[in-house]
């Protein structure tokens, strides 16, 4: 089976920075696509980040320029680093990879940024 590991979350000033990973059970060649998510309360989910294998990202209007995705396909990682944090960032986020049409989800993370 192919799981999802996520770590890094925590509580963070406003203007902090934090950077969550996803840890892969399989080399992430098996994923045709690759991105993070995040939920608030009240709101959706919501695709903030995405990543190619072969480096091309796409960011969610509300974080671009303050969030990067990145891989480490040596040690099936997945990586979001966060810069800039804001108040309206905080959420659970999820790393999320496509298996060959099936969507695997890491367990989410939760994010805080307050004083």
């Known amino acids: 089976q192919v799981y999802l590991v996520q770590s890094g979350g925590g509580l963070v000033p406003p203007g902090g920075s934090l950077t969550l990973s996803c840890l892969a059970s399989?080399?992430?060649?098996?994923?045709?696509?690759m991105g993070w998510y995040r939920q608030a309360p009240g709101n959706g989910r919501e695709m903030i980040a995405t990543?190619?294998?072969?480096?091309?990202?796409d960011y969610a209007d509300s974080v671009k320029g303050r969030f990067t995705i990145s891989t480490d396909n040596a040690k099936n990682v997945m990586y979001l680093f966060m810069n800039s944090l804001k108040p309206e960032d905080t959420a659970v986020y999820y790393c999320?990879?496509?298996?060959?049409?099936?969507?695997?989800w890491g367990q989410g993370t939760q994010v805080t940024v307050a004083s």
């Open positions: 999320n990879m496509i298996d060959f049409g099936r969507n695997r």
């Open positions: 399989r080399s992430l060649d098996r994923f045709t696509s």
């Open positions: 990543i190619t294998l072969g480096g091309s990202t």
